[in-house]
Each structure stands twice: as C-alpha cells, then as structure tokens.
C-alpha cells in the first residue's frame, strides 16, 4: 500500500500552488485577524480534500488555474467545519493544537469559521463561471443540514444504520464528493465520468467518517493528536454502538444501553469497555471496506495514470490510517 | 416624517417577491430543519436591508429579477448575522421571541446560522453573473472581520471613538452599503450613481449602529423587543461610554471605570445611572444624525421619485425609531 505522501507526486507542484491562494485569500489588514488565521492553518493536516480534487482534476485532464482555486476552497470550507465542529463537541485539542474555541473562546470560533467559510466563497466567485460556487454553496447546505441531523439526533438510542449513514453522507461524504467531481469537471471530462468521480467521492467521504467515528473510540489522544471519546461523551450514537445493540443479546443491550445513556465525562471509556473485543468494532471496519471497494469500482472508467493510482492509494489510505 | 411602512409602496409587490424566494430558498427536506428555519423566521423584522436594496434599485431604475434574488441573499446574510450575534451575545430575548440559542442550543445556533449563510450564497449563486456573488462574499469577509474586531476589543477602556467607528463599519455598514450598492448595480446604473448609493447605504448603517448601540442603554427591554444593556454587561464599550471618558472630569471618568471594568450582570445598569442625564446620550445621537445627513447629501444625484423618498424617509427613521 502507497502512503499519504506518495500521492503528491502527480499533483506536488500544484499543491503549492493551492497553498499560497489559500494563503493570500485569507491576508487581512488587521493583525488580530492574521494571528488568529495563523492559529488556524496548523489544523492544516493532509490536505485530503484537495488531493481529492487536484488527483480526480489529473486523472480526468489536465491541471488548470481553475483546479487550484477549487481545492483552495475545499480546504477552507473543510476548515471552516473543523472550527464550528469544534464548538459544537467542546473540543480542547485538534491536530496536536489547542483548538480555536480554548484559545479565543466559543465567541472567536463562531465568526473565525464564518470568515473562513465567507472568503471561500469569495475565492470561488473569483472564477468566470458561477457553477462552481453553485455547486459548493449546494453542498455546505447539505453539511449543515447533516450537522443539525446529528444534533437532532444526539441522545437517540434508536437511531438506525441507515440514519447514521445518512447524517455522515451528509455531512462529510457530500465534500469529498463533490471534490472528485469538480475536479473531473474543471477539467472538462465527459459528464459520466463525472457523475463517477462524484460517486467515488462520495463513497470515499462515507468510508472516511465511518473510521474517524471508529478512531474516535478506540485510538488514543496521542495517536489520533486530537480529543478522543467526544462522539459518546456528546451522546453520539455510531456504527460500532448501533451494530451492537442491534446484534447484542438482551443482557448486553441493556449494558450498552446503561452506559450511553447516563451523562458524564466517562460515557466514552464505559462504551469502550461494553464495545472492546465484540465484532461490532471489525463491522464498523468492514462496513467502511465495502465502501471502499464500492468507490474504486467507479474508477474503472478511468485509463491508467499516476494520479488513478494516486486516487486508488487515497481510498486505501482511509481504512489502514491510525490517526 | 415618514413611518416605516409608507416606504413600501414603490416596491410592495416586490417584497412579496422576495420573501417568496426567501421562503423557497430555505425549505428543507428534513422536517427539523424547516422547524429551526420558522424560528428563524420569526426574527424578520422590519426588513430593512431588502427595502433598501429595492429602493435604491427603483431610485436608479426598474427592478428586476435580480433585485428580487439579491434581496432575499442580503435578508439572510443579514439573519445568519443575527443568529450568530446572539450565540456571542448570549442573548435570550429577540424581536420579543427567544433566541435560537435559548431553544436548540449554541450548537444548533451555530449551525442554523451557517445554514442560513450557505444557501444565500447558493441564492446568489443562481444569478448569471459572479459579481454580486463575489460583493457579497466581500462584504461578509469585512462583516466578521468587525465582529473579531469587536471580540478583540471587549473590555479594553482605551478603545477610541475611531476604532468604535469602524468596528461598526465593518460589522453592520458594509452590509447596508452594499444593499444600495448592489440595488443600483443591477439597475445598471452609471458607476458614479452606484457609489454616491454606496456611500449613502454605509453612512445609513454607521447611523443606524450608533442608535442601536444607544438604544441597548437607554431603552427598556419592553420597548425593544430584545434583551438591553448586553454590550456594557459584555464589556463593549460603545459611543456614549466612550464619550463620556473622553469629557468628564477626573472623578466622573473613574466612577466610569469602574462601573465598566466590574464584570457582572448589573455592569449595564451602573453605566445606566453613571451616563444619565449627561450630555454623552445626547452626542451620541448627534453623531448618528451627522451621518444620516452624509448619508441624504449623496441622492443629491438622483431625480425626484416615490423611491427617492422612500430613501429619504428610511434615513430619517433611522435616527427616529425607538426600537
């Protein structure tokens, strides 16, 4: 299996390039504001989701101006999520870093989020043609809508798989897939082919949120570099806690039951204790597999390239990942 | 003068329009979401930003499709604002109704108002050109660039009267300008007009600021139909304080101090009783009234109409409402 860094190969030079249009965006005349946006770009992690974008752009045609604004503006709203996402779980580490809410307080990452989210659509209008911003604007309106579902949702011991899927599909899986198909349509690719790519984003997008949800409960916070068990401590119910309660039997279930349902800081490590050595944690994993597999089958209507086999490498990155 | 409903009768037809392309915008296929989405609603006040923005549109030509689309964006621009202010406020009472906050929490506040925000730039986004699209994320970058602004200032007892005029610059008149801006633009007004409506709608909003932030000291909750004396209970120092430490004698700008730098929940009635009767209210009110006639000396460009005087008239209102 190919490493994270192996992928940039095809797509290296244009990284760089994503990187200082993110960066001259985001300049401000007021030195707070940079202080503040200086914090932020160490949650920079992978980049993933302009990989996603530039690789998908290459696989499909050729890299152009149009491609490096686009994962520019994938990458601040992903940011813009990790900021409000961090309010909303109360987090105090992310990447290794305290989070902007223990920095600035709530108040500070609330309007630090909106001025990220506000200058990607500002970098997106800067292009001739208003399809993109059409596009992007539609899918931040399904990542909201996936958020709020979810904190509908929270506390709810009944939430089905097909629930849980569908908030993660909303709020993480519709970026990533529209990443894959904006790449493939800046580069002008048959619209089938785009539909695919969009397809494989999106099921890349599923697979990914099912691990992070699945890290969340078993990693560490020195492996993972960010508060771990927030999900069960927020009464988040995820794959691993619905396989169980749907497969245990009655005594289990009321055990389960028992931990997720009494509040407190310690609901995490008691959901870990009930979950540890059930095979509800290895169908978590398999589930993410299968979407894997289900991604790379939209692949085969690529020819072979440095940057499919970057993609492919991407999409195997996800469920081997620890952190 | 002119109440506020005598403005509509240029564009009464219009703003139907526009809260039907409001209403349509936000409708979700998640049921709890429509329900966060009526509370929202709730909040639509006076509708003064899309009363501006179609006033300056009538003042400078015939309204169009476009003004009606722009209206709805610069409504709920405007409402995300609103959302997100009372999560940094921690207010409980707007427009004589809970705040989102109060009822769902910080966190489905937050997400509310990036909703909000997300689809009026995927409203704006369906016009043809990127223009307006690009304005708008232009100026919500400089709006939450005021809001840091104003975070990064809370307490500080040495914030000048200039600082204060920009802070409200940016977080509340960049909006309002780029209402008549945007109204003239898509009349497709000569450029010189389009500034002179520019200017016109950012001193409106530096006006209107200043009598809301007077208005947070002197008025009772029952008058306003929101909850008073949050900024001095936050620590924000606003133009009557500000007045007032830069006058008073010795022994005046101590007991000032002092009332500002005790943090607690009655901080906004000591301001109350320090400022009362002084002639800092007064100031204050005066300065609003300076912009409002900046603000009129620019429609000395436009010809006589019923929508030259609806602009008129909203400009006085400003300086004239009690809530």
New interface residues.
């Given amino acids: 299996m190919k490493t994270l860094p192996d992928l940039t190969n095809p797509i290296a030079a244009a990284l760089d390039r994503v990187i200082k249009v993110f960066d001259d965006e985001l300049r401000?005349d007021?030195p707070?504001?940079n202080d503040?946006v200086e914090q932020v770009r160490r949650y920079r992690g992978k980049l993933l989701r302009p990989r996603l974008l530039l690789l998908s752009a290459r696989a499909t045609g050729d890299l152009r101006h149009e491609h490096t604004v686009l994962a520019a503006v994938v990458e601040m709203v992903h940011m813009a999520t990790l900021v409000?996402d961090d309010?909303?779980d109360e987090a105090d580490v992310r990447r290794r870093t305290p989070t902007v809410n223990r920095m600035?307080?709530?108040?500070?990452a609330?309007?630090?989020?909106?001025?990220l989210?506000?200058?990607a659509?500002?970098l997106?209008?800067?292009?001739?043609?208003?399809r993109a911003?059409?596009r992007?604007?539609?899918v931040?309106?399904t990542?909201?809508?996936g958020?709020?579902?979810q904190?509908?949702n929270r506390g709810n011991a009944a939430l089905s798989e097909h629930e849980y899927l569908e908030i993660i599909r909303r709020k993480t899986a519709a970026l990533t897939g529209v990443c894959c198909e904006l790449g493939a349509w800046a580069s002008e690719a048959r619209p089938d082919i785009v539909d695919h790519m969009a397809a494989f984003g999106t099921d890349l997008g599923i697979a990914f949120q099912i691990v992070d949800d699945l890290l969340d409960l078993t990693a560490s916070e020195n492996e993972l570099g960010k508060t771990v068990g927030r999900d069960a401590d927020l009464g988040k119910w995820t794959l691993p806690a619905i396989r169980f309660r749907d497969s245990a039997g009655p005594g289990d279930r009321a055990r389960l039951l028992a931990a997720m349902s009494q509040p407190g800081d310690d609901r995490a490590a008691r959901l870990r204790d009930t979950l540890s050595g059930t095979e509800s944690l290895e169908y978590a994993m398999a589930t993410a597999r299968s979407y894997v597999q289900s991604a790379l089958s939209h692949l085969a209507i690529l020819p072979a390239s440095d940057a499919k086999d970057g993609l492919v490498a991407a999409a195997e990155f996800i469920v081997t990942r620890r952190h």
């Fill in positions: 401000s007021l707070f504001v503040l409000h309010v909303l600035v307080g709530n108040e500070g609330v309007m630090l989020g909106d001025f989210i506000s200058h659509y500002h997106c209008s800067s292009l001739q043609s208003s911003s059409r992007i604007a539609a931040t309106n990542v909201c809508e958020e709020l579902m904190i509908a």
